[in-house]
């Protein structure tokens, strides 16, 4: 499948990205629409390398796939089941079938109901809100909220998500129970994590006296299970099983977002996620921003053999965006079988990680320029920031991020090493010391620019990134919505618990877990 790429990544070896510039290459490398510029001119993709990467889209029939995702049929072949987050910011209502019933009526319905309690919590005395979840059900409510900080106006916001009790201790502490609210965001409310957290938060009200009447709302498809919990119907907000986890922020698992920042605000969010979705739906592929962001992706990890992707926002307010995007990219394009269940014969997704700028710069980023690995970075920052006066600081945001992405391309030869230290050593050790030095450049990197990041541009970028991974599933023929690879892990814990407690016996496990298990159960 990628023969062809990768023979363009090879002609390509060795080329100076830097001299490949000519007075077209910066806007024919780079997609501008919807108010964002994507430019790519920093990698090594020429036009023929490009042409090859172009010409998997129709391999794969990416369209037909996209159409068929949009149109509700069940790509998500291994759980059966539409793929229609879509649906969630489809806010003219235009149908959407599954299994012959229009969904949108009842997406509409939900929005409105979760639009009217939020009002109606904004409006009372509630000051905090907990958002006790984990996964998708934890990082896109978190990503976001922490994004559009200068959008609240609403009650506090905390979020719980680790079964480790430090996570819901200290985020307790100091919280009135009369003015809290907690809402369990869990799509099958039956994870673990959640379900402790959730209980715990229900027993500390207890211990302050509090009633729980009126303090819990759940986010759940499992409508029985928030009903045994204790929550009446009135407050349950479900969605169907064709919203995934890491895809679920834009329905009722954004609500703690809608709280904070307001129903108004929220629909901006959505309406900038449709926005990209009628873009990815109408754009000829070369213009098009998911499928480019894509296929870079692609000639990276694929062509290149890069297997690791750094995501470098210059956007201070997106520190969790690396996190979000890693369980997006990781856990959707993370698989070893195709569709077909036969091993895959090149490699699946990449890692993805990263921190936001200008931090990253003086932790890791000795490595991303000096490092053995070539890692493609992938930066964003806004045009303008939410604080005029503090213009100057935007503007040294923006020139740290624009000179990241010029470093890693240019480097610094050994001649230009030696002119920096020649006033300082001379003889052999000039030489030593120039050495160490040199930056090799030619370091692939992607820069993606956004005016402001008002909620609008927010759900642009999510909505862009959502579609990215489905392009690169579509051509890796990878299934993006399912997740088995988490399941061993849980039923092992399961398993693991009556050990760790003490409660059954060891032997029989191997070597390693049964030293561990002996060593904790010895300072319990
Ligand atoms: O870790 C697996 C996973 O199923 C994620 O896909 C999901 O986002 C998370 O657990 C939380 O699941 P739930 O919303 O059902 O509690």
Not at 107 to 118: G, I, P, S, Y
């Amino acid at each position: 499948m990628f023969d062809k790429v990768k023979a363009e990544a090879r002609r390509l070896e060795g080329r100076r990205i830097v001299d490949m510039f000519d007075d077209a290459r910066a806007s024919e490398f780079s997609v501008e629409a919807l108010g964002m510029l994507f430019d790519y001119s920093k990698t090594q993709m020429d036009a023929g390398a490009r042409d090859a990467l172009l010409a998997l889209l129709d391999a794969r029939g990416v369209a037909a796939r996209r159409d068929a995702m949009f149109a509700g049929e069940k790509i998500n072949e291994t759980e059966g089941r539409a793929v229609l987050h879509t649906a969630l910011r489809n806010l003219d209502g235009t149908p959407v079938m599954v299994d012959g019933r229009d969904v949108m009526p009842e997406v509409l319905a939900t929005l409105a109901r979760m639009e009217a309690l939020a009002e109606e919590i904004r409006a009372s005395d509630v000051t905090d809100v907990v958002n006790i979840g984990i996964g998708g059900s934890d990082l896109g409510p978190v990503m976001a909220v922490l994004a559009l900080a200068p959008y609240h106006d609403g009650p506090r916001t905390h979020f719980v998500s680790n079964v480790d009790g430090a996570d819901i201790t200290d985020t307790l502490q100091g919280l009135n129970p009369e003015t809290t609210v907690f809402i369990v965001a869990s799509k099958t409310f039956t994870t673990i994590e959640t379900m402790t957290n959730a209980q715990t938060a229900k027993d500390w009200l207890a211990a302050q006296g509090t009633s729980a009447e009126g303090k819990f709302i759940a986010l759940s498809s499992n409508k029985e299970k928030a009903a045994a919990f204790g929550i009446p119907e009135a407050r349950v907000f479900g969605f169907e099983d064709w919203v995934g986890g890491r895809y679920s922020v834009w329905g009722p698992i954004g609500l703690s977002l809608m709280l904070a920042v307001g129903p108004e605000d929220f629909r901006a969010f959505l309406q900038g996620a449709q926005a990209m979705d009628r873009h990815f739906r109408t754009a000829p592929w070369a213009e098009n921003l998911p499928a480019v962001l894509a296929l870079v992706g692609i000639w990276h990890n694929q062509g290149q053999g890069h297997a690791t992707r750094a995501v470098l926002p210059y956007d201070n307010r997106l520190m969790r965006l690396p996190a979000y995007l890693q369980q997006l990219e990781m856990e959707s394009n993370g698989k070893g079988v195709s569709m077909d269940g036969t091993n895959l014969p090149y490699d699946s997704g990449p890692v993805v990680w990263g921190e936001p700028g200008t931090n990253g710069q003086h932790a890791f980023y000795q490595l991303i320029h000096q490092g053995t690995r070539v890692i493609p970075c992938e930066f964003m920052v806004a045009a303008q920031g939410h604080e005029p006066d503090l213009r100057h600081h935007h503007e040294l945001l923006v020139a740290n991020c624009l000179a990241q992405s010029e470093a890693l391309m240019r480097g610094r030869s050994l001649e230009e090493a030696r002119a920096k230290v020649a006033g300082t050593f001379e003889g052999a050790e000039l030489e030593r010391q120039a050495l160490h030095r040199v930056f090799p450049g030619n370091r692939p990197s992607t820069t993606l620019i956004y005016d402001r990041l008002d909620p609008e541009a927010l759900g642009k970028i999510v909505a862009l990134y959502e579609h990215r991974v489905f392009v690169e599933g579509v051509i890796l023929d990878i299934n993006s919505y399912d997740q088995w690879g988490v399941e061993l892990g849980k039923e092992l814990a399961t398993a693991l618990g009556p050990l760790v407690k003490g409660e059954a016996a060891i032997e029989g496990k191997d070597g390693s877990t049964a030293q561990l298990l002996r060593f904790v159960r010895a300072r319990a």
